[in-house]
């Protein structure tokens, strides 16, 4: 399975806290796990094997494998969905059918059996001798990248069980008091931050639930912030039931628009140059940071589907590459979501104003000025379009338009009609 820059930085850094709480007894191996491990598990004489369960159809191929030839070797496995609060198959309609909508799955997980109660971790683990043939070290993985571009996601987190552990606790602890009333407001610190920790297993969902004391009569905060948790699981079982949204739009009909190619556009929105201030911010705290807040994802990903009219899927590898929290399953839910091609999705024609958005979300622009600083001394009242500012404002708050910040890239009206046109003639 090959993995992205920003997940390749959690993962090394993940499996070094993993070495440090095993005493310096984690071994690892490289090459085709398949091979791997069933080999492994007959040199140590393993009495069963553990794991559990992803849901990306590359690993249930390989975890079919590896059960195969541990079979072969009589060599039991134990697998479990500790990744999920449910099983992707335990949330259906009453018929057994995939649910396509999110809020009836929803309704059906919060009636179903609570998830598992979390176990705690063993008080001792055998380890066999380190001296296992094939081991590697950390570095010889080669996860971390070769030119140092990462100081901004080390300044922004620390991956590894404790730091997942305490990020639930101060969480619980304070944040989630404002949840729902502040989450969409990308400069208030009210979001958990768990997603990479959540992907890695190093906060199980299980423990959330229990942590948040979920299933039980709760309070408006920790009923909207279950049901985002449960958005995890509802991408996991369409991942399941629909392996085929990875790379096709669900949308029939959508199947059939024509996206436009345009590297420059393209560059203008990876490195966050589109002269679109929110976007702009958006884009800049993900390459510098490895994650982007919610509300503005949905945003930079409207912005490039439906004004740029890039391909949804263009958009998606992007994400992947530099998201700390990259997961398949969620980044292709949401990508569709937004693009209105997935199966539960945002009507094509609804496009984001990111202009208003950054107005309602961002009012004084703090989170713009914290991710684009050539326009932190722009008064609030332009920060969100500056090329409607008079140039005097724009003169003294030190920016000059095409110069020390972009024109915007394309006209916001323009293009959203353009976009709406190109789907009218899908019909
Ligand atoms: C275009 C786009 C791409 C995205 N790609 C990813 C991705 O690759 N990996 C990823 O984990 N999330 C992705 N998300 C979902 C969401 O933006 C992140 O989960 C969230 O921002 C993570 O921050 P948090 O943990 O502070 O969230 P919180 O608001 O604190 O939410 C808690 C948890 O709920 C889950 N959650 C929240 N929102 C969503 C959602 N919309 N869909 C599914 N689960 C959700 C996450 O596991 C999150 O950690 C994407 C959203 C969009 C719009």
Known sequence: MSYWGGSKWWLHHSLASLNQSLNGKLQLFKGDATLIIPQLAVAVKATAVHWNRCYEPAFLASDEAIDKQLAKADIPVRDFEGTVL???????????????VYKPFLKTALAADAPKKPIAKPRSLPVVSPQASGGVTLAELGLLPKIPWDAGIKASWTPGEMAGQEMLRSFVAGKLEHYGQERDFPSHDV??????YLHYGEVSPKQVWQAIGAGKKTDDNREKFVSEVCWRDFACSVLVHFPETITQSYNARLKKLTWRQDATRLKQWQQGQTGIPIVDAGMRQLWQTGYMHNRVRMLTASFLTKNLLIDWRTGADWFLDCLVDADLAVNTLNWQWVAGTGLDAAPFFRVFNPVLQSKKYDLNGDYIKAFVPELRHVPGKYIHEPWSAPSKVLAE??????????TPCIDLKASAQAALDAYHKTA
């Open 191 to 196: 979001l958990s931050r768990l997603s990479p």
């Open 397 to 406: 708050a030190g920016v000059e338009l095409g110069k020390t910040y972009p």
């Open 86 to 100: 449910w099983e992707p198959t335990r949330i259906v309609k009453k018929d057994g059918s995939p649910f396509k």
